[in-house]
């Protein structure tokens, strides 16, 4: 299959090359230059990861973003949540309706990046897609080289619009085959463990965190930032009911707890390879995405959800309210909450619907204004 990787960071990385291994034509861009490093001269990636590992040789690696996405059938976006919009406003004029496009993970992007790409007046893709969580937890460990020691063994996707998840979900899957089909796009984005685990583990460490160099995950992750995270988690899954989504909901106690493990976004062990690999031990500052992703957009939608839900989410909020108090500004109520994203004055039915049928729903035009 032809592929377009978007985005030169950790994930980009790691699926460029794991995809490349598995066969597949891959492109690789980045707006950066630097990023690219000496993959620009020589597009070869070496991957060091469970499973497929070794040198993949990518088709290309490029700046330009039309090279990258001609011909491709599917375009994957490793990309932080923040960049959804500028990537929009870039692909829309190099779209065809044929291809797809998959944001991994996505915080209601699949919404967001759609939106974007007509407000810029480009092309709708066949479809939009998004997983709820990273397919590999990876870190670059050498200019031309990536680790990822953990790979999503249950990795839940949505499609926008749903409709076509029929058409899109067997394709993803010959690239993902742990992809677990989910009803829409709302439905998986409150899959996402980010919004639950990465804003208690920041705040509740932020004095190691001030210090310099440190293991979240490692060291971070105490009985009371436990609690904090279990705490989020029940308010979230407690909102995915309210919802009507299904089980299952991948609760965090799925990967602190080994018996429960094979039902979690990640499989057995994963917190010991994460752990045992240091790659996590890096200076987080509040311009990480762990606060500019999972707190100030995934909370925030997690947070309107809930509210659309009747579901009472005070350990959500509270968080909300701390990191708005650290970065100076309102969180609540922006980002991707719904009110935010112009789905606000509809009810949580007309939301399913509108999301089942997007850009041929009668809400779209109201909804791209």
Request: hydrophobic share 45%; proline share 5%; net charge positive.
């Amino acid at each position: 299959m032809k592929v377009a990787i978007l985005g030169a960071g950790n994930g980009g990385f790691a699926t460029a090359a794991d995809l490349a291994l598995a066969r597949h034509s891959v492109r690789l861009w980045s707006r950066s230059r630097e990023a690219l490093g000496p993959l620009a001269e020589r597009a070869a990636l070496t991957l060091e990861a469970d499973g497929r590992h070794g040198t993949a040789r990518l088709e290309r690696a490029t700046t330009d973003l039309g090279e990258a996405v001609e011909g491709a059938e599917i375009l994957i976006a490793p990309l932080p949540a923040t960049g959804h919009e500028d990537l929009a406003k870039r692909l829309a004029p190099c779209l065809t309706d044929r291809q797809i496009v998959l944001l991994t993970p996505g915080t209601l992007g699949s919404y967001a990046v759609a939106r974007g790409i007509v407000r810029a007046g480009g092309t709708l893709p066949l479809a939009v897609a998004e997983t709820g969580t990273l397919p590999y937890l990876a870190r670059k460990t050498a200019p031309a080289a990536v680790k990822a020691p953990v790979r999503a063994t249950n990795l839940p996707v949505g499609v926008f619009p749903a409709s076509r998840s029929a058409r899109v979900l067997p394709r993803l899957a010959e690239l993902f085959p742990a992809v677990r089909p989910c009803a829409d796009a709302l439905d998986v984005a409150l899959t996402n463990a980010g919004p639950v685990i990465h804003p208690p583990l920041v705040l509740l460490n932020t004095g190691a965190i001030d210090g310099g160099s440190f293991d979240i995950h490692a060291t971070g992750t105490t009985p009371s930032v436990r609690r904090l995270i279990d705490a989020v988690d029940a308010e979230r899954v407690a909102t995915r009911r309210g919802w009507g989504y299904a089980a299952p909901h991948y609760e965090l106690a799925t990967y602190y707890d080994e018996a429960r493990a094979a039902e979690g976004l990640y499989g057995a062990g994963a917190k010991t390879k994460l752990v045992a690999s240091g790659l996590w031990s890096e200076v987080v500052t509040f311009e990480h995405r762990y606060v500019t992703e999972d707190a100030a957009l995934g909370l925030a939608l997690l947070e309107s959800a809930a509210r659309a839900a009747g579901v009472v989410t005070p350990a959500i909020t509270g968080l909300l309210l701390v990191f708005g108090a650290l970065l100076g500004r309102e969180l609540s109520g922006r980002g991707r909450a719904l009110e935010h994203l112009g789905l606000g004055d509809l009810s949580r039915r007309e939301i399913r619907a509108f999301l089942q049928d997007g850009w041929t729903s009668a809400v779209w035009r109201k909804a791209i204004q």
